[in-house]
């Protein structure tokens, strides 16, 4: 897979600092958790979609860590560092063995299809 991202040869070098160093503490610690949890769900308050995966996991007996950035009205900005990161559009986020796997329709995909536990025994 090749991802379209602006190559830092078209980033002016006065602003490289700000845009490789935007919210990178945020970032680091979603890292840090995904390196030390199997199952890991990035999520906001009032969407329901983070509460759904995190049901989906807890129906499963799955443990997981939970990390919460915010709401539609708190926390957007650092939220966009997470997904220039990762690529991904929407929250959740949700990963498996440092493995985006995707949001909650995703995770009950491979629920459905048998994948998600050969992922995580």
Known sequence: MSRNIL????IHPAVRDYVSGYHRDLV???QAAVAANTVVVVGMGLNPFPRK????????????AYLDYGNYF????PRIAL???T????FPMIF???TLIGGATDLQKLVDQGEFARMVA
Do not use: S
């Open 53 to 64: 995966a995190r049901k989906i996991l807890d129906c499963l007996g799955t443990p997981y």
């Open 87 to 90: 690529g991904w559009p929407t």
């Open 74 to 77: 708190t926390e957007w900005r």
């Open 96 to 98: 498996v063995k440092g």
């Open 83 to 85: 997904k220039m990161w």
């Open 28 to 30: 680091a610690e979603v």
């Open 7 to 10: 190559d830092e040869t078209h």
